[in-house]
Structures are given as C-alpha cells and as structure tokens.
C-alpha cells in the first residue's frame, strides 16, 4: 500500500502498490504518516511544503475576541453592581437609609451606568477605561 498526502485539503490517502499517483498528491512513508498524525495528537498542525510534501506547523493563535470579554466582564460586574445596590435601593425605599446607605446607592448607580455606556468609549472594546469600584 502506498500512502498519499493531498496538499490542497491536507489528506492522506492510499492506494495499492503500483496504482497511479493522483495530480495533486505526494507518496509519502508510512512512518512520516505516522509522524505528522503524532504530532497533530500533540497539538500541531498538518500543512504542505513549497513542494507539496506534508510538514508539522503549531497552531496559530486564534485573535483575541475583545468585544466577548468584554461584554462577559461587563455582565460580571453590573451582577455585583445589582447585587450591592439590592438591599441600599430597600432601605431607600422603606425610609430606612442612612446618609452613608443613600451616598453607597448613588455610587454604585453611577458605576452601573459607566459600565452600560462602555461602548460609547473610543477604542472600545479592545481598549476599556473601567469604571472604578464604588467602596
């Protein structure tokens, strides 16, 4: 049996001993084959030479997704931002706040507002000024 490399879809194939060797392929040693599907198991990437021939390349780093961190540390931290202004928008409510619980309020209000007008900022989302935390 032979085996054969196709550079355009990065496949192996074979064919009996003796068969025709399809345009577009490459014969290739069994160990080779053996080689490149080891180091595809680790984590590389099979690709084709200038010359057709199969070799092993890492991975290339997928880009960044700036605007899906961005918005999942958004969403994060207007969470925190409603759970700490839960309880201070109650004693507001029921007449209860003290001038330290209404000034909290108003801090944290003001921080949940910075985080939904993110977008507005230049660069966004792949430079982000964060709001600071209300303490």
Known sequence: MTILFYAAVTSFDDVPDGGDIPVGAVEISWALRQDLLDGQSAGKSIKADENG?????????????????????????RSIADYAITPLQDAVDIDDATDVEVALLKAWKKYRIALNRLPEQPGYPASILWPATPV
């Open 53 to 77: 021939y199969p070799i092993l390349v890492d991975r290339p780093i997928p880009p960044r997704d700036y605007l899906s961190e961005a918005v999942t540390e958004a969403a994060k931290l």
